[in-house]
């Protein structure tokens, strides 16, 4: 009977231990995060708000294109008016899963009706590291063309 509470003593203590070591070790993280991102928002700090904006104004980018783009990595990095860096590695900078990205970018597509490249001309292409080149890709993107509705007036072709 001993040995039980001994050993239910031991497990809890462990299992209070380890937990305890897992959320320090998650806060350090979290800190550093904030700290790291705290960092390039202050480096950036002469850098003007609309830095961002102009650059790809400039170049003649949608304003559509820049607005969702400027909005979803704001929203990804959880910081208010983080300066935006078009050459900024999505995945180092802001630490995007690419996979989430990706569905973020089949959803403009389809909202802006753009057709996005097949597999094949996909892996032909560079890949997408950059802001920068993110706004590029979606910029080079063809419209859809419309497609052609039948009209229930219209006759159909006879089925063969």
């Known amino acids: 009977m001993l040995g039980e509470i001994a050993l239910w003593a031991v497990a809890i203590l462990w ?9 320090v070790l998650l806060a350090r993280s979290s ?12 480096a950036r700090a002469p850098q003007s708000p609309d830095f961002f904006f102009t650059f790809f104004r400039s ?31 999505m995945e ?12 973020q970018v089949i959803a403009w597509a389809h909202a802006w009706k753009i057709r996005l490249p097949t597999t094949h001309e996909t892996i032909a292409s560079r890949p997408l590291k950059t802001l920068e080149d993110l706004v590029l890709f979606l910029t080079a993107c063809e419209k859809e063309p419309p497609k ?8 159909r072709e006879p089925s063969a």
């Open 92 to 103: 180092e900078v802001y630490r995007v899963d690419m996979e989430e990205l990706e569905y």
């Open 59 to 89: 170049r003649g980018v949608d304003h559509h294109i820049i607005d969702a783009v400027h909005d979803y990595f704001q929203g990804w990095i959880g910081v208010k008016d983080f300066p935006l860096a078009p050459q900024d590695d």
């Open 31 to 42: 800190r550093k995060e904030a700290a790291r991102i705290a960092a390039i928002k202050q």
């Open 15 to 23: 299992f209070v231990g380890f937990w305890t070591g897992v959320f």
């Open 148 to 155: 052609k509705r039948r009209s229930s007036c219209s006759p």
